[in-house]
T-cell receptor, first 111, second 116 residues
Framework: RKEVEQDPGPFNVPEGATVAFNCTYS??????FFWYRQDCRKEPKLLMSVYSSGNEDGRFTAQLNRASQYISLLIRDSKLSDSATYLC????????????FGQGTELSVKP | GAVVSQHPSWVICKSGTSVKIECRSLDFQATTMFWYRQFPKQSLMLMATSNEGSKATYEQGVEKDKFLINHASLTLSTLTVTSAHPEDSSFYIC????????????FGSGTRLTVV
């Protein structure tokens, strides 16, 4: 079983749609959680961190459920520029601080 | 701040040759550097973790003698792919952890390696 698992993609949505990504992680010792965005042939860039209380950054809302070991990302009013691969990332406190990446979910926003 | 410069951006080499990839931290001291590999349509897979002045820790299944990592200074870490084969063709990315908060990770821009 992979340490971090995400929804299979790709997601093809029209502009303005709301889209949700889900992610589960297997290591209960995981301490920090993130969503990264990766454009084609580029390095991943931090989109937002995920807190237990849930957090919002503009059109993006992230949720964490530690009991279920589940992370989500909601994108509202999607834009063409949101097209990218979204990576669920977990950091475990007992593994030297390394980041474990999910396989990513590809999002394509169409006009 | 916290920029990692990775070179080269892309490289094509012949089978059997070695390729060195460099990652330099430009404005901070990178005590820890992570090296990842990403195949098409797959996620970043951690290859190894290097700490300045000590031997790298390799993930299971990664050949130490094939992927040589050197982290001799606080601003430079290198990955050398030795005796490269076509199956080593991939996107290699470094990431440094820096002091400045719980989420202090910065990534290099990646190196696309093609072995022919």
């Amino acid at each position: 079983r992979k340490e971090v698992e995400q929804d299979p993609g790709p997601f093809n949505v029209p502009e303005g749609a709301t889209v949700a990504f889900n992610c589960t992680y297997s290591n209960s010792a995981s301490q920090s959680f993130f969503w990264y965005r990766q454009d084609c042939r580029k390095e991943p860039k931090l989109l937002m961190s995920v807190y237990s209380s849930g957090n919002e950054d503009g059109r993006f809302t992230a949720q964490l459920n530690r009991a279920s070991q589940y992370i989500s990302l909601l994108i509202r009013d999607s834009k063409l520029s949101d097209s990218a691969t979204y990576l669920c990332v977990v950091r475990s406190g007992n593994q030297g601080g390394k980041l474990i990446f999910g396989q990513g979910t590809e999002l394509s926003v169409k006009p | 701040g916290a920029v990692v410069s990775q070179h080269p951006s892309w490289v094509i080499c012949k089978s059997g040759t070695s390729v060195k990839i460099e990652c330099r931290s430009l404005d901070f001291q990178a005590t820890t550097m992570f090296w990842y590999r990403q195949f098409p349509k797959q996620s970043l897979m951690l290859m190894a973790t290097s700490n300045e002045g000590s031997k790298a820790t390799y993930e299971q299944g990664v050949e130490k003698d094939k992927f040589l990592i050197n982290h001799a200074s606080l601003t430079l870490s290198t990955l050398t792919v030795t005796s490269a084969h076509p199956e080593d063709s991939s996107f290699y990315i470094c990431s440094a952890r820096y002091i400045g908060g719980d989420y202090g990770y910065t990534f290099g821009s990646g190196t696309r390696l093609t072995v022919v």
